[in-house]
């Protein structure tokens, strides 16, 4: 478990960063879906849940990625 801790805290190489920040995205994009107002057909909402899942992973995985060359040894 501190392992982990120590990844998350650890510096995250810039492509992963954008990556991170796409991930974010696309999970806000899926949760908006998700909570719309309104009735939507059952593949938007379907299609909304796999965007909001697949950008949660990006995201987590983007964030345990670690630039070796940067971390303190």
Known sequence: MNKI?????????????????IGLAMATLGGTILA?????P???TTIGGYVAVA????????????DTHEQPD
């Open 5 to 21: 801790v120590e990844r998350a805290k650890a510096p995250t190489p810039k492509f992963f960063k954008v990556l991170r920040t």
């Open 36 to 40: 719309a107002p309104v009735a939507l």
């Open 42 to 44: 059952v593949i938007v």
């Open 55 to 66: 950008g949660g992973v990006l995201s987590a995985v983007s964030q345990l990625t670690v």
